[in-house]
């Protein structure tokens, strides 16, 4: 008797057995997993967590004590960025994928690029200038360009071609190899020198560690994207409207939101009257970051021509200025 209850009783017999049968099938000994069951510990959620490991990781280079707030605000949007992969892995390797799972994964991701457009307040007018411009050159050569789960997150979103830069696009056909196209991506653009045209320390470090994880993912994703998924598989779906305002959610969000925030980060920090400052990886920011030079859309059948034409005008009036973007 487990218990005085003969209904519980009755249900922990059944998981009893449940168990049994589990671990039968898989050549294992129930009686062996409760006996190790006696000796365990109770999870708690320090340590189901990581949080002690967690809270060491912030490694500040300098006794400059903004720079702990860029650090934690760093890495917290990288774990978001990992839980955005997590949901567009998922959603890639579903043979069987339906609508309404691809609706629910696409309403998660845009969830969390909302949380990171919001959140990039913390960096707009969470840090003290006088704080930041000091701590920075501490920082040279890394630079917020080389998160590799961005360009992920890119390469996931859509077609390469949609990658390359604007003015490279005609060059390039069905046959051309991604490889090719990946030489052509419009990110590398942004990381060159300012004064020389030279690729900057910054972008070649990039290209060393991630260029080869990155091709093959592109290759891998070449025909199996979100935007390949939503033509080839739920154009004529009953949620092919939903559906396609959560891609649009998506490609705004990450295509003119976020790269309107940091823009307007970069100009608080880094532009001055007299001379505008160069980001730690000497990265070309102004060109870089604003949406109309970059000319970037996962989705281009998704907007109408005008909207194309003033890709992010209104964001940038609204919260930067418009003498800006003239």
Known sequence: ?????????????????ALADKYEASGQSLVSYLEGLLHADYLTYWNYSRIDTLLTLQTPRTAIPDEMIF???????????????????????????????FLTKLGRVTRYLKHLVH???????GM???????????????????????????????????????????????????????????????????????KTLTLTQFEEKYSDLLVNLAQRCK?????????????????????????????????IDWCLSHYKSAVRYLARAEKSVEATGGTNWQQYLPPRFQRIIFY????????????????????VGYRLIK
């Open 71 to 101: 650090i934690i605000y760093h890495q917290i949007t990288e774990l978001y960025f990992k839980a955005i992969i997590w949901e567009m892995e998922q959603v890639v390797s579903d043979n069987a994928l339906s609508d309404e799972t």
């Open 119 to 125: 959140s990039f307040d913390v960096m707009v007018d």
């Open 223 to 255: 025909n199996n994207n979100l935007y390949a998924i939503f033509r080839n598989r739920f154009q004529d779906s009953p949620q092919k409207d939903s559906i396609k305002s959560e891609l649009r959610n998506l490609d705004a969000l990450l295509n």
């Open 128 to 198: 003290a200038p006088e704080q930041f411009l000091k701590f920075r050159m501490s920082l040279l050569p890394a630079s917020g360009f080389q998160s590799a789960q961005y360009r992920q997150i890119e390469i996931f979103s859509t077609d390469l071609i949609n990658l390359v830069e604007h003015e490279q696009r005609p060059r390039f056909n069905e046959q051309t190899s991604v490889a090719e196209m990946y030489g052509s991506i419009y990110w590398k653009r942004g990381a060159t020198e300012m004064s020389t045209g030279k």
């Open 1 to 17: 008797m487990y218990s005085k209850d003969p209904k519980e009783n009755e249900l922990i017999a059944e998981k009893i057995q």
């Open 300 to 319: 281009p059948e998704l907007w109408s021509d005008d909207e194309k034409e003033e890709w992010g005008k209104s964001w940038v009036v609204a919260n």
